[in-house]
Every structure is written in structure tokens, then in C-alpha cells.
């Protein structure tokens, strides 16, 4: 299985404040199709899990160009450019190119 | 408004079984590959099961294979999980996502004697 391996933990930041989160693959997540599914969601607390990144770097529609993804391979970067309240929870790498899919363990956003 | 509402959840005792099911609302259903990923109290996500946008084919993670199985109706644009032979560690919310990105709220099940 595709071990995911997100660093830090957990991450402590003032709004306003850029932010950083890796997830390291253990195999390439580049597909046969060309394409590389590593997507980054985010869980706010006592809430589900929302969308906002797939395919490495693509935002979705709703989703505030304050986020930023990028990588390639086994290297992935999840930024954000200036923190806001509204970002705080647990942020998730998923990779769907290898079946068993699998998540990173996840990076808990919290607000200093 | 894109929703995907599961339902079927509940309290169960080992061994039994129990059918969950997504009914989905505000996109082409049938478009979609479907997932359903569970998050056991406290702990992080897991991917449980997948399933092609026909249904035709079908991906579990090893520890439900053979319990448990996904499927899908487009005409009625629903997705299900029949879970068969439960243990205490299937105990989790069980959320369905699209992989269009939409996520259900989840469902609760607690299977416990």
C-alpha cells in the first residue's frame, strides 16, 4: 500500500500567516494516464470533510486563491498564503492513483 | 445545491449486518466514480470502497473485502454499502464522496454487543 506521510502534525499560526503542509508518497503518484491524483481536503471541526485541491495544483471553484498545491512524484505541498480564521481544522493529503487508496494522517490547523 | 445525503446507520451487534445508502442530488450522478471512506472515532480518514461510474467495477481495501460491498443505481442516483459480518472495528462515521470532490455529512455506525 502507498504509505502518506504529512508533516507537521500539527501547526500553530497567527492570522495572517503563511502556512505549509507536506505529504510524501511512498511510490510515485504519477498514473499510467498521465495524470497525478493527489488531492488535499480539509475537515473543520464537527463537520465533514470539504474539497480543495485535486490533481496536485487544481483548485476548486469555491475554493480562495490563497490556497496553493503543488509537486510532483512522491513530494506534494499544500500552501496557504495568508492564513485566515476560517481555515482552521484538519487538512488531508488523499492519493487516488493506487488502489487501496490512501490518506496521509492529517495536519490540525490551529489559530494562535 | 450539490448534496449527497447518506442514511442507514445505526447501533449493530457483531456479526450482523447493515446497508448504507447515499442519495446524491445537484450533479450527473452517473458521471462520478463514487468512494466511501470512514473516520473511526478520533482518528483519521480511510478509504473503504470504490466504485466505477457504471458500476462495473468495484475496489475495496483488504480488510473489507469479501464483508463488505459497493454498489450504485443511476436511475435512482444512489450509492450503497452493504456491510456484512461487522466487527467493533468497523465502528466509524461513514462518509460517500464523488470524485468530483463532494462529500457527504456522514453516517454513524457503532457496532458493539
Known amino acids: 500500500d502507498v504509505v502518506m506521510t504529512q508533516t507537521p502534525v500539527s501547526l500553530s499560526l497567527a492570522i495572517g500567516q503563511p502556512a505549509s503542509i507536506s505529504c510524501k508518497s511512498s511510490?510515485?503518484?504519477?498514473?499510467?494516464?498521465?495524470?497525478?491524483?493527489l488531492n488535499w481536503i480539509l475537515q473543520r471541526p464537527g463537520q465533514s470533510p470539504k474539497r480543495l485541491i485535486y490533481?496536485?495544483?487544481k483548485l476548486y471553484s469555491e475554493v480562495p486563491d490563497r490556497f496553493s498545491g503543488s509537486g510532483s512524484e512522491t513530494e506534494f505541498t499544500l500552501k496557504i498564503s495568508r492564513v485566515e480564521a476560517e481555515d482552521l481544522g484538519v487538512y488531508y493529503c488523499?492519493?487516488?492513483?493506487?488502489?487501496?487508496?490512501?490518506f496521509g494522517g492529517g495536519t490540525k490547523l490551529e489559530l494562535k | 445545491e450539490v448534496q449527497l445525503v447518506e442514511s442507514g446507520g445505526g447501533l449493530v451487534q457483531p456479526g450482523r449486518s447493515l446497508k448504507l445508502s447515499c442519495a446524491a442530488s445537484g450533479f450527473t450522478f452517473s458521471n462520478y466514480g463514487m468512494a466511501w471512506v470512514c473516520q473511526a472515532p478520533t482518528k483519521g480518514l480511510e478509504w473503504v470502497a470504490s466504485?466505477?461510474?457504471?458500476?462495473?467495477?468495484?475496489y475495496y481495501r483488504d480488510s473489507v473485502k469479501g464483508r463488505f460491498t459497493i454498489s450504485r443505481d443511476n436511475a435512482k442516483n444512489t450509492l450503497y454499502l452493504q456491510m456484512d459480518s461487522l466487527r467493533s472495528e468497523d465502528t466509524a462515521t461513514y462518509y460517500c464522496?464523488?470524485?468530483?470532490?463532494?462529500w457527504g455529512q456522514g453516517v454513524m455506525v457503532t457496532v458493539s454487543s
Open positions: 490533481q496536485v495544483s
Open positions: 466504485i466505477s461510474t457504471g458500476g462495473g467495477n468495484t
Open positions: 488523499w492519493q487516488g492513483t493506487h488502489f487501496p487508496q490512501t
Open positions: 511510490q510515485s503518484l504519477l498514473g499510467t494516464s498521465g495524470k497525478t491524483f
Open positions: 464522496a464523488s470524485y468530483g470532490g463532494y
